[in-house]
């Protein structure tokens, strides 16, 4: 069965810094990648997704992900974290059964001034 | 309204109260969800809804009853719950169940059963 890890529980950056993200994965084929967003008080946004095709992928808000199939990862970037950035970002797979996607634990990032 | 409501946005139970959570998507998507979102846990898929037929009931205990009338509408039904429910239940929509669909997300139901 497919897994995803989120190695960083919370991540603490100042604002405009660079950022980035750790996801790994566990599953035998290419899965389905998607990153989302949880700010508080919300519901989870889609950031990102990857299929297939370029290992690099543009989002919404300025981020980008890179799938290293050798690495089993899809870590997430921004070149400059603004304060409205500080929020939880879940890491999600899905397999080719379908609709069944496997989130991670989350990372909760705090942006200080 | 836009996207997927849910109502209320805050519920606080007792243990042998009954009471329902309300989901709405307005994207006109064929499938729903419900999540349950628990501290330090990742989010647990509970029910699957596609045109209204129930494809997937991931080992939910039966105090958990959901329902879908119509394609927009889904609705989980509570009662006899337990302290260890207490949690942010999410409703989710996609288009279809291909593993590409986007899911869209609700803001989620703040759930504390005393």
């Known amino acids: 069965a497919q897994s995803v890890t989120q190695p960083d529980i919370h991540i603490t950056v100042s604002e405009g810094a660079s950022l980035e993200l750790r996801c790994n994965y566990s599953y035998g084929a290419t899965p389905y990648l998607f990153w989302y967003v949880q700010s508080p008080g919300q519901g989870l946004q889609l950031l990102l997704k990857?299929?297939?095709?370029?290992?690099l992928v543009q989002g919404i808000k300025g981020f980008e992900a890179e799938f290293k199939r050798s690495q089993s990862s899809f870590n997430l970037r921004k070149p400059s974290v603004h304060w409205s950035d500080a929020a939880e970002y879940f890491c999600?797979?899905?397999?080719?059964?379908?609709?069944?996607?496997?989130f991670g634990k989350g990372t909760s990032l705090l942006v200080t001034p | 309204e836009t996207g997927v409501t849910q109502t209320p946005r805050h519920l606080v139970m007792g243990m042998t109260n009954k009471k329902s959570l309300k989901c709405e998507q307005h994207l006109g998507h064929n499938a729903m969800y419900w999540y349950k979102q628990s501290a330090k846990k990742p989010l647990e898929l509970m029910f699957v809804?596609?045109?209204?037929?129930?494809?997937e009931n991931n080992s939910v205990p039966s105090r958990f009853s959901p329902e879908c009338p119509n394609s927009s509408h889904l609705f989980l039904h509570l009662h006899t719950l337990q302290p260890e429910d207490s949690a942010l239940y999410l409703c989710?929509?996609?288009?279809?169940?291909?593993?590409?669909?986007?899911?869209?997300f609700g803001p989620g139901t703040r759930l504390t059963v005393l």
């Open positions: 999600a797979v899905g397999a080719g059964s379908g609709y069944a996607l496997n």
């Open positions: 990857y299929f297939s095709g370029d290992t």
């Open positions: 989710a929509s996609s288009w279809g169940l291909a593993p590409g669909d986007e899911q869209f």
């Open positions: 809804y596609s045109l209204e037929e129930r494809v």
